[in-house]
């Protein structure tokens, strides 16, 4: 009975991995880099807007890739979100030396908000640019970057194209940076994990539910955001970039992705303890807070990522062939994925290992978030009811 079910599952993985592979080898190709996009002579004008909490380790070089950047009808707006550390006085000082950049202090969170949420949606409440792009205080710019987006966007002056050609939400995917092999190869498992979950080749596809958004770019027309709501609608949402982009969907708006490589650099966690507490505040919301979800996902997490290993060396016969099949898949998809994030494909050796300690921080946040009743993020607890009620 043992061997049969084994066997029924090795096939069952098996088939499953290799709808997944065919899914990522002819979805990956359809998105455009950012590199290929030509660059804009003119477009709509844009605001920039950052909402900064105790960003003083990286907010300086940040904000002077936002100052370079070669764009004309451009204001950058900073939210100051009541940072404790030496983020206001370096964006003070450097507000004194370019009359472009527009700081905002936030002393107080309003009752119903995430504190990020809010400094995002003050600052747009600020914003007078056709476009806004919502972008983390740790992102930097390559000059172009705004000159390829609103091409990709199908906004700039002299693109000609029809009415369903343009994009009201465009995304970008980020270049991530961390130090150690540890570190590089969660990155790479992420990417791989992040592509299972939003299928982002799909998010332009109108009769699709998929839908992107990735806090270090999310582009978007002014009145599309007001239409789905501002952040007032994902007030309590700590994945607000990803929700962001569901609301266009939602709305009936369109959108899209490109790779942002070498155009959008960000230097993420500096420590495996620092990234597993960054990715635990979004974890479980992820989910919606529900922990049958978190049970499906976290078996199947370990089911097509960690066992087929194992399998490969515990099992005989037919049984070992399909994890051998398995594993090939897994290596494949990985590739794909590296291939496109600029990851190394060596790293697919700590593939497995990541995947548990992914699926670790799905636990730990929903575990947490329960015993407490509370989910913390960026030095504030919040009740958890409250942050179920604010469904998307």
């Not at 940072?83 to 009752?111: C, K, M, Q, W, Y």
């Not at 906004?155 to 000609?160: D, E, I, P």
């Not at 939602?250 to 230097?267: A, L």
Request: net charge positive.
């Amino acid at each position: 009975m043992l061997d049969s079910a084994l066997l029924l599952l090795a096939a069952l993985t098996a088939l499953g991995l290799t709808a997944v592979f065919l899914d990522f080898a002819t979805g990956h190709r359809r998105i455009r880099a950012l590199g290929d996009v030509a660059r804009a002579t003119s477009g709509p004008s844009i605001s920039i807007v950052v909402a900064a909490r105790n960003e003083a380790r990286g907010i300086e070089a940040a904000v002077l890739s936002l100052l370079r950047i070669d764009y004309p009808a451009l204001e950058i707006i900073v939210v100051n979100d009541r940072s404790t550390d030496e983020t206001g006085a370096i964006l003070n000082r450097l507000a004194s030396r370019h009359p472009r950049l527009t700081v905002v202090p936030i002393a107080h969170l309003p009752e119903g908000w995430l504190g990020k949420n809010h400094a995002l949606f003050t600052g747009a409440a600020r914003a007078s640019g056709e476009l806004l792009l919502f972008t983390d205080a740790d992102v930097v710019f390559e000059p172009t970057t705004l000159r390829r987006a609103v091409t990709a966007m199908g906004r700039a002056s002299g693109v000609r194209l029809q009415p369903d050609q343009t994009i009201d939400h465009l995304t970008a995917t980020p270049d991530i940076r961390v130090p150690g092999l540890v570190l590089n190869a969660m990155v790479a498992a992420f990417s791989v994990f992040f592509s299972l979950y939003s299928r982002p080749w799909k998010a332009r596809d109108p009769r699709s539910r998929s839908h992107i958004g990735v806090g270090a770019f999310n582009l978007i027309r002014a009145d599309t955001y007001r239409a789905i709501g501002t952040h007032q609608a994902i007030a309590m949402r700590p994945d607000d970039d990803l929700k962001l982009g569901k609301l266009v969907k939602k709305h009936g708006f369109r959108q899209d992705v490109v790779y942002g490589r070498d155009f959008i650099v960000v230097e993420w966690y500096a420590s495996l303890g620092e990234m597993i507490d960054g990715l635990m505040k979004n974890a479980f919301a992820g989910v919606d807070y529900n922990l049958v979800a978190v049970a499906g996902s976290t078996s199947g997490l370990l089911v097509m990522n960690v066992w087929p290993f194992i399998a490969l060396i515990a099992t005989g016969g037919v049984t070992r062939a399909l994890n051998g099949l398995s594993v090939l898949l897994l290596v494949g998809i990985f590739w794909v994925c590296a291939r496109y994030s600029g990851s190394r494909p060596v790293y697919v050796l700590c593939y497995p290992a990541a995947a548990l300690i992914f699926a670790y921080i799905i636990w730990r946040s929903a575990l947490t978030a329960v015993f407490t009743g509370t989910v913390t993020w960026r030095g504030t607890a919040y009740p958890l009811e409250q942050m179920r009620a604010n469904r998307v």
